[in-house]
């Protein structure tokens, strides 16, 4: 089973993509995408949109884990966030994909084991999990991403009808 996993956002969207073989998880891919100063909203949605397919067709993920909405103080980081949420699941359904939601503490608390776990703390179960090393870069957005797929996995781990739960847009 292929995961990716998005975080979004419209400054900086990161991706992971896990694998997971007879019980094992390996880490195929991980970024991030950033948006060009002084690039406008639309070109900024375009951009993710564009990168997030190609990720799509070069590592053919079997499932896409995305990050949940969660409310805000800030009204405008909302709708940013929900803007850029709405490219990943319009690059999810044009590839067929079954797309699965995620709420941030219930990722953590998959994932490191405690819901209010901070980035490093993630970041750190993230790189053990895949036996990843100190050396090998990866930046905070991309572990988030990378958390959101092994929770898919985990889920899936528990509950194997999950994969059946939503079948792909025709």
Same mark, same amino acid.
Request: hydrophobic share 45%; net charge positive; aromatic share 4%.
């Given at each position: ?10 400054? /900086? ?29 639309? !070109?900024?949605?375009?951009?993710? #949109? ?8 070069? #590592? ?5 884990? @995305? ?10 980081? $909302? ?7 709405? /490219?990943?699941? +319009? ?7 079954? +797309? ?8 953590? %608390? ?8 901070? *980035?490093?703390?993630? *970041? ?5 999990? @895949?036996?990843? %090393? ?7 957005? $991309? ?5 959101? $797929?092994?929770? #898919?996995?985990?889920? @899936?781990?528990? !509950? ?11």
């Amino acid at each position: 089973m292929r995961v990716l996993g998005i975080d979004p956002g419209c400054a /900086v969207t990161g991706f992971g993509v896990v694998d997971r073989e007879q019980g094992i998880s390996r880490l195929i891919a991980a970024g991030v995408i950033r948006a060009r100063r002084g690039t406008g909203l639309a !070109q900024r949605l375009l951009n993710i #949109h564009r990168q997030l397919s190609d990720v799509i067709r070069e #590592h053919c993920p079997d499932s896409i884990s @995305l990050e949940r909405s969660f409310v805000a103080d800030n009204v405008q980081s $909302a709708f940013r966030l929900g803007e850029a949420r709405a /490219v990943a699941l +319009l690059a999810a359904a044009q590839n067929r994909l079954s +797309l699965f939601e995620y709420a941030p503490a219930e990722v953590k %608390s998959t994932v490191a084991g405690y819901g209010r776990a901070d *980035k490093a703390q993630v *970041k750190f179960v993230v790189r053990r999990s @895949l036996n990843l %090393s100190e050396t090998e870069a990866i930046a905070d957005d $991309a572990s988030d991403a990378i958390a959101l $797929a092994l929770c #898919h996995l985990a889920a @899936l781990r528990y !509950q194997p009808s999950a994969a059946a739960q939503k079948e792909p847009p025709r």
